[in-house]
Every structure is written in C-alpha cells, then in structure tokens.
C-alpha cells in the first residue's frame, strides 16, 4: 500500500512564507513525476508546480518566480517552497505521484494566507 502523506500547511499573513513537505511511503519501485496542486473554495483543483525525476520543473503562471518544488529521491520526499504569499494563495494543496506506474494523492493540507 503506498501513501502520500502532506505537511506543512496552516495559517500565514500576506508576504509570508510556508513550506510544505511530502513523503511516500509503502512498496515503492519507482517514482516518477511528483507534483502539488491546489483547490480553493469552489474552483477546480489546479496544477501548482510538477518535477520530474531529473529535476526538470514546470509551474503555474500564477505562482512563477514565488514557490519552489523540489524533491528528495532518496527520502521519497517532495517538497513546495512558498514565499510571497498572497490570499488568492489559500486553498487545499495537495501532493501528486505516479509510483509503481500508478497515480497516487495525498489527503490535502490547508493553506490559508490572510491579507
């Protein structure tokens, strides 16, 4: 059984910082893409930010140049730096990974930025 377990989330004034953590954990083989996303109150779940397992990343325009995904091979551990904070920020964030060839998510961490 492999689980994806989040951290890191709670409440930070606009222009803060937070950093989120997530490990794998159970029968792991392999790992490949990793990634967060996020859903606010009534919109759809959206892609934040995805790393391969060279190091190759993406992010959404919305968060460019403020957040960090990085990724831990060894630890089974990805992480998302977040700084600059804004309240459009707040949301559910969740951790993606396709391990063992199969897509998993995390339960979700919130993040709540006040302005």
């Known amino acids: 059984q492999v689980q994806l377990v989040e951290s890191g989330g709670g409440l930070v004034q606009a222009g803060g910082s937070l950093r989120l953590s997530c490990v794998a954990s159970?029968?792991?083989?392999?790992?490949?893409?990793m990634g967060w996303y996020r859903q606010a109150p009534g919109k759809q779940r959206e892609l934040v930010a995805i790393?391969?397992?060279?190091?190759?990343?993406n992010y959404a325009d919305s968060v460019q140049g403020r957040f960090t995904i990085s990724r831990d091979n060894a630890k089974n551990m990805v992480y998302l730096e977040m700084n600059s904070l804004k309240p459009e920020d707040t949301a559910v964030y969740y951790c993606r990974g396709f391990i063992n060839h199969y897509e998993y998510w995390g339960q979700g961490t919130q993040v709540t930025v006040s302005s």
């Open positions: 790393v391969t397992t060279g190091g190759s990343t």
């Open positions: 159970g029968s792991i083989f392999s790992i490949n893409s």
